[in-house]
């Protein structure tokens, strides 16, 4: 897709945005199915991804933690978003990868020592992109992919979580 292609299909949407806020606002929505046999969750995503326990708090490994998914929607997110902008702005990218990692410590989760926090600190983000482009240029796809990545954007900004509980018999 080139940047004229990428303006054509986004121009109606920006414009019904512009004229209809309201219409702008858009709720995502994951469920997951539980099964309390295997301690895992099946993601009903349509990928029929499993999560479960990560191998540091009992897990056999066979299904994906949910910090690991946590860190795949983050770099997803900002993968797809680097690469919109750049389309947008004409920087030419011949692929590349984008890489997120973060730390967090299985004695906060497991109520080892309760002084460790539980949930992952440090969370690092890196593009590491095949481009002959200028660096100013790719500083201002950087700048504009932290500002525009949902993912990111939510992290940085720690939105407030709800929580509520359902039963059914």
């Known amino acids: 897709m080139n940047a004229d292609e990428l303006r054509a299909l986004q121009a109606p949407l920006k414009q019904q945005y512009r004229a209809d806020p309201r219409s702008a606002l858009v709720t995502s929505r994951a469920q997951v199915a539980l099964d309390p046999v295997h301690l895992t969750a099946r993601l009903d995503s349509g ?47 011949a692929g590349g990868r984008v890489i997120a990692e973060g730390a967090w410590d299985a004695r906060g989760t497991l109520a080892v020592d309760k002084a460790v926090p539980v949930g ?23 700048r504009a992919t932290e500002r525009y990545c949902v993912i990111l954007a939510t992290l940085q900004q720690a939105s407030e979580v709800t929580v509520s509980l359902k039963t059914t018999p």
Request: with cysteine; proline share 0%; aromatic share 2%.
């Open 120 to 142: 992952m600190r440090d969370i690092a983000l890196t593009f590491d992109l095949q481009t002959t482009a200028e660096r100013s240029e790719l500083d201002r796809v950087l």
């Open 47 to 93: 990928s029929s991804r499993l999560a479960g326990l990560h191998r540091a708090t009992g897990g056999a490994g066979d299904a994906a933690c949910s910090a690991d998914l946590l860190l795949e929607a983050l770099a997803a997110c900002a993968g797809v978003t680097l690469l919109a902008v750049a389309t947008s702005s004409g920087v030419e990218l």
